[in-house]
Every structure is written in structure tokens, then in C-alpha cells.
């Protein structure tokens, strides 16, 4: 705490580019709170905001209101604050509320030896741009006045980590709103956020483990091939390899490449060597491709938007050598609210499959649904069926992740929508 008025900060923003990501270190309270209310008020898509100090002084009523003009504008706005730190009132978010917000309060946990609160702060607007920090929202921290204001800091960052801290605020907020949440339960759920683990695996060593398959025979009962994420560019290389050993065995094989890359909302998140690896080494070995529409458009140096430019984009993936597209997280300006698409096509059509935007993201979904319309390709042998399916199945495992509380694409639970989809979603064709 300063015990006087600080100096006006006169120097450049401190600010770096680091892997892609953007970083500004915000030093002034004044700078902090401008910098919060014009990303609330630019704010299209989400708030996540996880406070531990949210109070109801000047400051405080100046950020509420801005977060009640984004929930009236349709942005999905969500706090969380803390029960020990925060001093506003049950009714000061009442208007939050009213306008369609979700405002939660962690309730500290108080024990013989302990006190359980959550003293974070962390802002993120449209999952792609995040404040941390150890400013609260309180005039004391977002103002430069008065001998009792906080010196500290913000950093923004924007770019394709921001999907972590995102996930994270979704895993505290989701646990914070269980009837009967359980610490134990917390843990689990936290344990992505703490250090990775584990190597990159060697090129030489995948290659190997190919070659050890290669050797018991067994290439020539392997139907199909799927390639997801590529931790880096050797990997590339060797699945290349893989595919022609397992075409080699086995004439009628598919290869399927999922191209991970990126999304809409993180930009590329992968090795920047990768993506023209992907475009000019791999996906000409593909029979199959299945890119987001963002990856769709980084493959064909194209801007798919429209249901017209992403057949377009679509054509273009399929002159590079795929017989069949699939298209997921299909975001048409004119789709109808809370929905989202996926189209398939092929050189003898196209079609386009609707289904609701459940509230979840979940690792392992896209995985998930190359590998089963692979499959329901193969068996059917109808692009349109195809869809249909596995629609229905990945929507199936999204809801009983949902219901079950985890994080964690649950497989097991949603077994019976893999083996039984309901085939509940009309596919239109539309070319």
C-alpha cells in the first residue's frame, strides 16, 4: 500500500511478444480500470471475471454496471467472487442477475488450523484476451488517488494461451455451482493447472514403435489411420511413413488427418514449423481431413464465414488431395443462437448438420469426432449418414460430461451414444 500519492507514469508500457502471445504490464490503478471497462464494453461473446475482493464503492458500481450492459447486449457474462474478501452485498448484483449474469459467491471454509478462500483475480473477455494480477476491484486498487491506494500490478495477455486460464475459470466456476462440491473433487479438477509432465516423444522412437507393429504383421488388418495432434515438425515425417507402410499392407486403408492447429478464439496455438509441414507434406497424403473452420481457412490461405466461402475453402482443402471434408465448429453469421454446425463434402455433394452449443470445452472432442466419422464413413459409406452419427454420438458424450460434473471427456459414461447413436439430428444437403 502506497502511503502517498504515486508519481504519474510517464515511460511506454512495458509489453513483450512471447510464442504468439501478446503481454503489457499495467501499472497505474487509472490505467487498470480503464483498460477492464473498454474490454467489458468490447466484449462480444464472454466475461469470466473471478474476483477476491469485488466492493461496493465507486469503482465497484462502475464495473457492475458495465458488466449488466454486456449481459442486456447478449454477452454470457459469469463472476465469481469470494465470501471472505468481498464486501458487496447479496442484493449489489441483483441487476447482474436480472440482465441474464451469473454471479456466484466461494464461500470460505473455515477449519481448526485453516481458511479456505480463493484470493485469485482473473478476467477473461471472448477467451482471448485475460488480465491477472493482484489488483481486486476496489477504488483503492483502479485508482491513483489518496494516501491509502495499492501500488500493483495487471498483465494482460492475448493470444492463444489464453484458452488455459479460460479453462481454468470454467473448472473453478462449474465446481463453485455444484450443490455439494467437495475438495477432493477440486483437486482432481485442478490437477491440469499445476506442471506438465512427461516428454515430447522422439520421432525416432514413434517411428519405432510403427516399425514394431510393421513386424508382427498386422498392418494388413488396419483399416484406417488418424493423425491428431503433432507435438512437433519431425512427427510429421513419421506419420507420413506410417500411412504408406499401412496402405502398402492394406490397399483399401484411410488415412484420416485431424490438422490441430489452432481455433478461432486462441489463433495457432501449435509450433509455427508445423502448419506448412501439415498443408504441404501431410494433407496430400490424406484421404480424409477434418479442420475446425479456422483451420480450414489457415490450410487454404481462405477466410471461410458464410455456408458459400466455406464450400469454397472446402474445394480448395479437396484440390490438395482429400476425397472428403469435414468441416467442425461451423459458426455461420445466420445459424440460429446457441447452435453450431458441421458440414461434410465430398465431389459429390455437401451437407450440413446442426446441433446445439452445449457449455462445455472439452479436450479430446475433436479426437473424438474425426475417429468416429471415420469409422461411420467406412462402415456406411454415406458422407451424409456419416454426419448423422457422429452428431449424434459426440453430442451424446458432451451431455453426459456435462451431467457428471468432470472435466474430462467422459468415454465410459457415453459409451452407449457411441454404440447407439440416436440419429437425432437432420442433415440438410446443400450443394
Known sequence: ?????????????????????????????????????????????????????????????????????????????????????????????????????????????????????????????DDRVAIIGGANIDQTYLSDQGGKHWRDLWLRLEGPEVAMPSRYFDTVFRWSTRRHPGLNYLRRQLAEYSEWRGPLLPPEDVRAVVTGIEERGVLSTCDAVLSGYLGGPGICEVVVDAVGRVKKANPDATYTCDPVMGNATSGCFVDPAIPPIIREQVVPHADIITPNQFELGFLTDTSPDTLSSTLDSADAAMAMGPSTVLVTSVLQPDRAEDTIEMMAVTGDGAWLVQTPRLPIKANGSGDLTAALFTAHLRSTGSPAQALALTASSVVGVLQATIDSGERELQIVLGQEAIASPADEFEVRQVR
Open 1 to 125: 500500500m502506497a502511503d502517498q500519492p504515486a508519481e504519474p507514469v510517464t515511460r511506454p508500457p512495458i509489453r513483450a511478444e512471447i510464442a504468439g502471445n501478446s503481454l503489457e504490464v499495467i501499472e497505474t490503478g487509472n490505467a487498470r480500470l480503464r483498460t477492464l471497462i473498454e474490454l467489458i464494453c468490447g466484449a462480444e461473446q464472454c466475461i469470466k471475471m473471478l474476483m477476491y475482493m469485488f466492493n461496493p464503492d465507486r469503482v465497484g458500481e462502475l464495473v457492475r454496471d458495465a458488466l449488466i450492459d454486456a449481459a442486456r447486449r447478449g454477452v454470457e457474462v459469469r463472476l465469481l467472487i469470494d465470501g471472505f474478501g468481498s464486501a458487496a452485498p447479496a442484493d449489489f448484483f441483483d441487476g447482474l442477475s436480472d440482465a441474464g449474469g451469473a454471479e456466484c459467491v466461494f464461500n470460505p471454509s473455515y477449519g481448526r488450523r485453516y481458511l479456505l478462500r480463493n484470493h485469485q483475480k482473473l478476467v477473461v473477455i
